[in-house]
């Protein structure tokens, strides 16, 4: 697993992490030093002693990282805009073992957004995990959830979980198919 292209990192502050695959939520230490094997999309997957972690980028100042930026529209923002701007922000979630985004991977079933009295939006999201059983699948719908809901004029964001129908390689899209050697 370890690998000296991997970039070692010391925690600089006690910060909460998700074991990976399992999903259970534990506390590293302030000194606890590690290496990043995966920094796609804002979040971190860290080997330690053995293990896989993954750290949420909004601590990635625990890492003595930058936190990603916050998503931004225009003040004319079209309904347009928001869609796209909804669908960027799905493509910056990884699965933590897999380096790909949950749109190229084909968990996203569909997404809909909608208006609310006020002006604001609601958005719906159907969508699956690579196997029933993922340890780490309620972490992948908490970055779901948490990464459209700071979307400017987004007020709503509910996310269906689903395995109907069950997700298979081919859902992925051509691009994560050959980046995983499964076209």
């Given at each position: ?50 293990r ?18 916050p ?5 004319d ?10 669908w960027?922000q799905l ?12 749109v190229?991977?084909?968990?996203i ?16 999201i159907?969508?699956?995990l690579t196997?029933?059983g ?21 007020e ?5 979980l ?9 859902m ?12």
């Amino acid at each position: 697993m370890f690998s000296s292209t991997y970039t070692p990192v010391k925690f600089e502050r006690d910060c909460p992490v998700v074991m990976v695959p399992d999903g259970t939520e534990v506390e590293l230490p302030s000194g606890t030093t590690g290496y990043i094997t995966q920094s796609l999309g804002g979040s971190f997957t860290i080997y330690i002693d053995g293990r896989l972690f993954r750290l949420a980028g909004e601590d990635a100042d625990a890492i003595g990282r930058e936190p990603p930026p916050p998503p931004r529209l225009p003040d004319d923002a079209s309904d347009q805009d928001v869609e796209d701007l909804v669908w960027q922000q799905l493509k910056t979630i990884y699965d933590p073992e897999i380096p790909i985004n949950v749109v190229d991977l084909g968990l996203i079933y569909e997404c809909t957004l909608s208006r609310v009295e006020n002006g604001g939006r609601t958005v719906d999201i159907a969508m699956t995990l690579t196997a029933p059983g993922c340890g780490m699948g309620e972490v992948l719908v908490a970055d779901v959830r948490d990464r459209l809901k700071i979307i400017p004029t987004v007020e709503q964001v509910n996310v269906a979980l689903t395995f109907d129908p069950p997700w298979n390689q081919t859902m992925m899209s051509e691009a994560a198919q050959l980046e995983t050697g499964m076209f």
